[in-house]
């Protein structure tokens, strides 16, 4: 399978699988940054495995807004696909929307996805503290983490 990075920064990407492929992207804002961004994903050919993982982190006043659309066109059959947005806000100004989807227009595929946001757990830093570790630091441990497998 191929690896490849995608850009999400653009206001308006398609992408058309031409082989079995796993996708990726990360996305860091902070200040006052700002993605709003569409993603369309074509499945045209058949028999083709894809796998799309997308992860953000937003901090201070920053905003990640994705709307990403799994497309499997007819003829397409056999395709086996699967989006996944994960989004961590870190900070009570910052903001993530992910909006995952499917449009399928063929029978005999397999497709799916999922999205997350949420925050830093306070109980994984409260147990970072217990071992001395400061804010900073155990902050910087859970988000290294959280983009570890992208």
């Known amino acids: 399978m191929t690896v490849k990075d995608i850009d999400i920064t653009n206001s308006s990407k398609v992408i058309e699988v031409t082989e079995d492929t796993e996708y990726r992207a990360i996305y860091v804002g902070s200040k006052e940054t700002s993605v709003v961004s569409q993603l369309r994903i ?7 495995k894809s796998r799309i993982h997308i992860k953000s982190i937003v901090f201070d006043n920053a905003k990640f807004d994705l709307e990403c659309i799994l497309q499997i066109d007819k003829g397409a059959y056999a395709t086996d696909t699967y989006l996944k947005i994960d989004c961590l806000v870190v900070g009570d100004n910052a903001y993530a929307r992910a909006i995952p989807s499917l449009e399928i227009k063929e029978s005999d595929v397999k497709g799916g996805h999922g999205a997350t946001i949420g925050y830093i757990d306070q109980n994984q830093l409260n147990y970072l503290y217990s071992k001395g570790l400061d804010k900073d630091i155990s902050e910087n441990l859970i988000i290294e983490a959280f983009i570890r497998n992208v």
Do not use: G, S, W
């Open 42 to 48: 074509i499945h045209k050919l058949p028999n083709l």
